[in-house]
Nanobody, 119 residues
Framework: QVQLLESGGGLVQPGGSLRLSCVAS????????MGWYRRAPGKQRELVAT???????NLLDSVKGRFTISRDNAKNTVVLQMNSLKPEDTAVYYC?????????????WGQGTQVTVSS
């Protein structure tokens, strides 16, 4: 059994910063891609950022230059640092990881953490 536990969401004013963390736990053999998705009210879920096991990031165009993603393979952790936040960044953010527990890799999701950017 694998679990993804997120932390770090909250309310922040425009221009502010938040740091989201996600730790994977359980019977993990390998973690491939880790990342973050978000779903804003009335919109479809979208990929925000991912990072491969060797540290290569991929970010949504609208967050480039403001968000960074990093991971600590030893701690099974991925971090999304969000700076210069805008009201349009308001959404529920979900941690995502592709993990092998010994069989074929599967995709796992966290429970979601709310990020609200408002004055």
């Amino acid at each position: 059994q694998v679990q993804l536990l997120e932390s770090g969401g909250g309310l922040v004013q425009p221009g502010g910063s938040l740091r989201l963390s996600c730790v994977a736990s359980g019977s993990i053999v390998s973690i491939y891609v880790m990342g973050w998705y978000r779903r804003a009210p009335g919109k479809q879920r979208e990929l925000v950022a991912t990072v491969t096991s060797d540290g290569r990031p991929n970010l949504l165009d609208s967050v480039k230059g403001r968000f960074t993603i990093s991971r600590d393979n030893a701690k099974n952790t991925v971090v999304l640092q969000m700076n210069s936040l805008k009201p349009e960044d308001t959404a529920v953010y979900y941690c995502n990881a592709v993990i092998s527990t010994g069989a074929l890799p599967q995709t796992y999701w966290g429970q979601g953490t709310q990020v609200t950017v408002s004055s």
